[in-house]
Every structure is written in structure tokens, then in C-alpha cells.
Nanobody, 116 residues
Framework: QVQLVESGGGLVQAGGSLRLSCTAS????????MGWYRQAPGKQRELVAVISKGGNTNYTDSVKGRFIISRDPAKSRVWLQMNSLKPEDTAIYYC??????????WGQGTQVTVSS
């Protein structure tokens, strides 16, 4: 089992920045990919960014060039640096981890609100 705890959400004006953090505990040796998803009101949860254990990254098109995902494998932490935030980035952001058996784990979510 893996437990994920996020922090760093909040309210920011358009054009501002926020940094989300996620710390994993439990069977961290089994974690492979880690990433961030988000869910806006009335919309489906979508992938924002993902990073493999080897450091390969992938971003959804709408955040490319603005968001940066990074990871510290030794401590099983992942961060999401969000720059040039837009109102459409407003959502609950969830940390996600996938283990070697392809089991998925989720954090409780952290609210990000971008005002115009």
C-alpha cells in the first residue's frame, strides 16, 4: 500500500505561480510513475503531468511550457511547479502513483483557484 499526501494549493491571481508537493509513504519501493491529475467542476479528471522513475516527463498540451513536474525518487516526493496560471487551471489537483503491479494510488486532492 502507498499513501499520498499533497500540499501547496491555494488562491492566486492569473499570471501567478504555485508549487504543489506530494509525499508518498508506505511501500514506496514499489512506486514506478508519479503524476498530477486535476478535476474542474463539471469536468472529468484529466492528466496534467507524469514523471517516470527514470525522470521521463509528459504533459497535457494545455500546460506545456508553463508547468514543470519534478521528482525526488529517494524520498518518493513529486512536485508540480505551476507558472503563468490561468483561470482555466482552477481545479482540484490530485497526486497519483502507480506501482510495479500497475495498482494506482491517489492523494486526497488540493484546491487550486486562479482568479482573473
Amino acid at each position: 500500500q502507498v499513501q499520498l499526501v499533497e500540499s501547496g494549493g491555494g488562491l492566486v491571481q492569473a499570471g501567478g505561480s504555485l508549487r504543489l508537493s506530494c509525499t508518498a509513504s508506505g511501500s514506496i519501493f514499489s512506486i514506478n510513475d508519479m503524476g498530477w491529475y486535476r478535476q474542474a467542476p463539471g469536468k472529468q479528471r484529466e492528466l496534467v503531468a507524469v514523471i517516470s522513475k527514470g525522470g521521463n516527463t509528459n504533459y497535457t498540451d494545455s500546460v506545456k511550457g508553463r508547468f514543470i513536474i519534478s521528482r525526488d525518487p529517494a524520498k518518493s516526493r513529486v512536485w508540480l511547479q505551476m507558472n503563468s496560471l490561468k483561470p482555466e487551471d482552477t481545479a482540484i489537483y490530485y497526486c497519483n502513483a502507480e506501482d510495479l503491479l500497475n495498482w494506482e494510488y491517489w492523494g486526497q486532492g488540493t484546491q487550486v483557484t486562479v482568479s482573473s
